[in-house]
């Protein structure tokens, strides 16, 4: 099984609803990190898992989306908490829907909120492409 995966950094804010959890329900800043991983057992005709450009492309976008706002005040995170696990699966959904490579059977979205804490979503295609 081949694995490609990007990496970015940016800097968001959110606070947590639903629940006692102290600062965490205060308005805060997050370095979050974020990162795609795309599987797949066949390589193209040149060799690659994916156009790696145009990964690189949609993941940015999708970090210019959520860099420098407030989680809780974008439409997808309406009446959500803005964990990140909940922001590993939105981020995994829009990807999903932009990229199209049959040959890739799972992609996951793994992001950290600081060095020590981490969540990821993964979605492994069934009988349709899942990128």
Known sequence: ????????????????????????????SHHYSVEIQLEGS?????????????????????????KDKTLNDLPEFKGL???????ARIICNVLMGKLTYPN???????????DLSWASYRHVRSEERCV
Request: net charge negative.
């Open 1 to 28: 099984m081949y694995i490609l995966a990007l990496e970015r950094d940016f800097v968001a804010q959110h606070y947590l609803i639903g629940g006692d959890w102290g600062e965490e329900n205060r308005l805060h």
């Open 81 to 87: 908490n803005p964990s990140i696990e909940c922001f």
């Open 42 to 66: 066949d390589l193209t005709q040149h060799g690659y898992l994916v156009d790696l450009v145009e990964v690189d492309r949609i993941l940015n976008d999708q970090v210019r989306r959520y």
């Open 104 to 114: 890739v059977i799972a992609i996951r979205i793994k992001i950290w909120e600081n």
